[in-house]
C-alpha cells in the first residue's frame, strides 16, 4: 500500500474515530507518532515519515493541521540532491491552530501557540504567539495573557446549556456596554458616616435603587433577601448566616462588600436607604504592598510605634495589622463604636496598647492624635480622603498621599508621599535623623578644634611662655580645618544603624553634658598633642616652637576629621564610605605642605625650616589624638 492509499485510510479512519480522540491517538501512535499525555488531535497527523514527528504533552492539534517532513522540490532543481528531510518537534501546552503547516525541520518550544492558517518555516524557542506566512512572533504569551485575561472564564465545569448561557452573559455584559445602555438617575454618594452609597436606574422599565455599602450598616436596613428561585423575607437566621460568612472573608483579609436594591420611584436621599432586598456579599482582596512589612519592621526599630486607622471592619482590619506586623499578640482593636463610648481618661490608660481602629470616623482620628499627644509623643498621621483632613492638620506631622489623595488633604498635610508608600517615610525619617546627625558630628569637629586652639593658647599665656601661633596662623587653620572636614561631615551618607537608635527628645539642644565632655576631651588630646609639639620646638627657637604647634594642630584637625563622622570607629564606617573626608584631608595635607616645603611661603605664613625629624615628630604627635580616640571607640562598641 503506497502513501496515498495509505493517507486516505488514515483519513477515512480520521472521519470515523474522530469523537473518540484516544483512539485516533493510539493509533497515530502505532505509525510512529511520539506523542506525550493528555493531548487532542484533530488532524490526520500521518506522513511517509511520521516517526519524524514528535508531540509533547498537554498539546491540541486543531482541524486541517498538515505536518510536512519531507521536501522534494530540491531534486526537480538539483537533480544530484535528493529530497530534504527533517524532524517536526512540537513542545509541552502547544497550541496549533486550525489550516496550519509545519514544515520539515520545525522545533516549537514549550508554550508556543500557532495562529490559524500560519506556516511554519523556522523553529521558535516557547512562550510564543506566532503567525503568518512565513509565521513570525506577533506577541509573548505573557503579553498575551494580560490582553485577554478580562475577557476570559471558565467553562470546563459547565454542562451545554451552562456554557451556551455564560458565553451570551460574557458577550452581552461588559462594563462599556451597560454603562452605555443604563443611564445612572439619581446617586447619594458615599460617606463615612453612613457607610453606604446608592444610584437609581431604569431596569427592565422600573425605577430601581441599587445601594453598596458596609455589610453591617446595611444588612439592618434590609426587608428580603434574594435566592436562586425566589425572595424571602429576611430573619434573623438569614442575618446570622450572612454576618457569618462576612466573618469568614474577614479573618482572611479580604475587604467585603454588601448589595441590594429595592424597585421605587421615590426620590433618592438618605431618607430612602431603607427596605431593601439583600443581594450579596462581594470579598475583595487588596493586599498590603510587599515592602509593607519590612517599612512597619523598620520603623519599629527607629522607635516609632505604626497603628492602623482604617473603615475597614474590625476583624478585617485586625488581619491585616496581623499580616503586616502592626498588630501583635496582646495587643488591642477597637472600633469607632467602641472609642466612642470610652472617655479620654480611659483612652489614655489604653493607647498604648491599642494597634488598631476600625470603623472610625473623622472626630475619632482627631481623638486617637489627641490621645498620643499628650502622652508627649510626637505623632504622624497620614491619610488621603477629606475626612482626613482635620487628624492631618492637627497631628504634629501630616503626611498625605501624592497620587490618590485629595486636594483637602494635601493642604493640611505638612508633607506629601509622590509614590503614596508607606516605606519612603521610613526614608525620610532616616534621612532626617542623618541630617541632624552630620550636624552634630560637624558641630563638634568644630566646636573640639577651636578648643584644642583656645587651650593651647591659654596654657602658654598662663605659663608665660610666646605666644605659639600667630595671626596668620590661626587665619590658615581656620579657613583650612574648619571648612572642608566640616563640609565632608556633613556628607556622611546614612547606615542601617540610625534606625536603631532611639528618637531623640525633641526639647533636648545639641549641646547635652555627654556632648560637652566628649569635645572638651577631644580638645585636650588635640591641644596636649600640639604644646607637646611646641615644646620639643622650643629647644631649638620660639619660631621653631610656633612652627611645630602650627602644623601639628592643622595636620591632628585633619585627622581629627575621621574621627567625628560618627560614634562607632573608621573601621566599622569604612574609610572609603565617605570620599569627601579623603578628599578634605588630602586637600588640607596638600596645603599645610604647601606652606611647609615651599620657602617662599616661609615669610608670608611665619614658619621655620622643619628637619626631618621634625616632620616625622609633628606626624606622630598629630597622629596620636586620633589613635586614642578610636581605641576608645573600638572598646565601646565591642
Request: charged fraction near 20%; glycine fraction near 8%.
Amino acid at each position: 500500500m503506497n502513501f496515498f492509499s495509505t493517507y486516505y485510510f488514515v483519513y477515512l479512519k480520521y472521519l470515523i474515530c474522530k469523537k473518540n480522540n484516544r483512539i485516533l491517538v493510539d493509533f497515530y501512535r502505532r505509525k510512529g507518532v511520539r506523542i506525550g499525555i493528555n493531548c487532542a488531535i484533530y488532524s490526520p497527523i500521518i506522513t511517509p515519515e511520521s516517526y519524524l514527528i514528535s508531540i509533547g504533552d498537554n498539546v491540541t492539534i486543531a482541524p486541517g493541521v498538515k505536518f510536512i517532513t519531507h521536501d522534494n522540490s530540491i531534486s526537480k532543481i538539483l537533480p544530484e540532491f535528493t529530497d530534504v528531510f527533517g524532524r517536526i518537534n512540537i513542545g509541552n501546552n502547544c497550541f496549533i491552530g486550525a489550516n496550519s503547516i509545519i514544515l520539515p525541520g520545525v522545533t516549537l518550544g514549550d508554550t508556543c501557540i500557532v495562529a490559524a492558517g500560519s506556516v511554519v518555516t523556522k523553529s521558535f524557542m516557547g512562550g510564543e504567539i506566532i503567525a503568518g506566512n512565513p509565521a513570525k512572533q506577533i506577541s509573548t504569551i505573557e503579553n498575551y495573557r494580560v490582553k485577554i485575561s478580562p475577557y476570559c472564564f471558565s467553562i470546563k465545569a459547565m454542562n451545554e446549556e451552562q456554557k451556551k448561557m455564560a458565553i451570551l452573559k460574557e458577550a452581552n455584559m461588559h462594563e462599556d456596554i451597560l454603562r452605555q445602555n443604563m443611564q445612572r438617575l439619581e446617586e447619594v454618594p458615599f460617606d463615612s458616616d453612613r457607610k453606604l452609597m446608592s444610584t437609581k436606574y431604569i431596569l427592565h422599565g422600573v425605577p430601581t435603587i441599587l445601594t453598596k455599602g458596609a455589610v453591617d450598616v446595611l444588612l439592618d436596613r434590609c426587608d428580603y433577601v434574594r435566592c436562586s428561585d425566589d425572595i424571602r423575607p429576611m430573619t434573623e437566621a438569614e442575618k446570622d448566616k450572612i454576618r457569618m460568612q462576612n466573618q469568614l472573608f474577614s479573618e482572611n483579609g479580604l475587604r467585603v462588600l454588601s448589595f441590594a436594591y429595592k424597585e421605587s420611584d421615590e426620590n433618592l436621599d438618605i431618607h430612602a436607604e431603607y427596605g431593601y432586598t439583600f443581594l450579596g456579599l462581594i470579598s475583595m482582596v487588596d493586599p498590603p504592598r510587599e515592602e509593607s512589612a519590612a517599612a512597619v519592621a523598620a520603623s519599629k526599630r527607629a522607635g516609632i510605634r505604626p497603628v492602623m486607622i482604617t473603615g475597614d471592619h474590625k476583624v478585617t482590619a485586625v488581619a491585616i495589622a496581623r499580616r503586616i506586623g502592626i498588630f501583635e499578640e496582646g495587643d488591642l482593636a477597637l472600633t469607632g463604636a467602641e472609642l466612642d463610648a470610652m472617655s479620654d481618661s480611659e483612652l489614655d490608660e489604653q493607647i498604648a496598647q491599642i494597634s488598631v481602629y476600625a470603623r472610625v470616623s473623622p472626630e475619632n482620628k482627631i481623638r486617637i492624635v489627641e490621645a498620643w499627644q499628650r502622652r508627649g509623643n510626637i505623632v504622624s498621621m497620614t491619610g488621603d480622603g477629606v475626612n482626613d483632613a482635620p487628624a492631618l492638620k492637627k497631628a504634629d506631622i501630616g503626611v498625605a498621599m501624592g497620587i490618590t489623595g485629595t486636594e483637602v488633604s494635601k493642604d493640611a498635610a505638612d508633607m506629601i508621599l509622590s509614590d503614596d508608600n508607606f516605606a519612603t517615610i521610613i526614608k525620610a525619617v532616616a534621612n532626617g535623623r542623618n541630617v541632624y546627625r552630620n550636624i552634630k558630628n560637624a558641630i563638634l569637629f568644630l566646636l573640639s578644634g577651636n578648643t584644642a586652639g583656645i587651650l593651647a593658647v591659654l596654657y602658654t599665656s598662663l605659663m608665660g611662655l610666646p605666644v605659639p601661633f600667630t595671626p596668620v596662623h590661626l587665619l590658615f587653620i581656620n579657613l583650612l580645618t574648619d571648612s572642608l572636614p566640616a563640609l565632608a561631615i556633613g556628607m556622611e551618607p546614612a547606615d542601617d544603624d540610625l534606625l536603631k537608635e532611639k528618637p531623640r527628645n525633641p526639647r533636648e539642644g545639641i549641646l547635652t553634658s555627654g556632648f560637652m565632655i566628649t569635645m572638651i576631651t577631644q580638645g585636650l588630646l588635640i591641644a596636649v598633642a600640639s604644646m607637646t609639639a611646641y615644646h620639643i620646638g622650643l629647644t631649638v627657637s620660639s619660631a621653631m616652637a610656633s612652627t611645630m604647634a602650627f602644623a601639628t594642630l592643622t595636620l591632628a584637625r585633619l585627622f581629627h576629621g575621621f574621627n567625628c563622622r560618627g560614634n562607632e570607629s573608621i573601621f566599622r564606617l569604612g574609610l572609603t564610605s565617605n570620599r569627601y573626608s579623603l578628599y578634605a584631608f588630602a586637600a588640607g595635607v596638600s596645603l599645610l605642605a604647601l606652606v611647609i616645603f615651599i620657602p617662599g611661603l616661609h615669610s608670608v605664613f611665619s614658619v621655620a625650616d622643619l628637619t626631618t625629624s621634625a616632620l616625622g615628630q609633628i606626624v606622630g604627635l598629630a597622629l596620636m589624638p586620633t589613635v586614642i580616640i578610636q581605641i576608645t571607640k573600638i572598646i565601646r562598641h565591642r
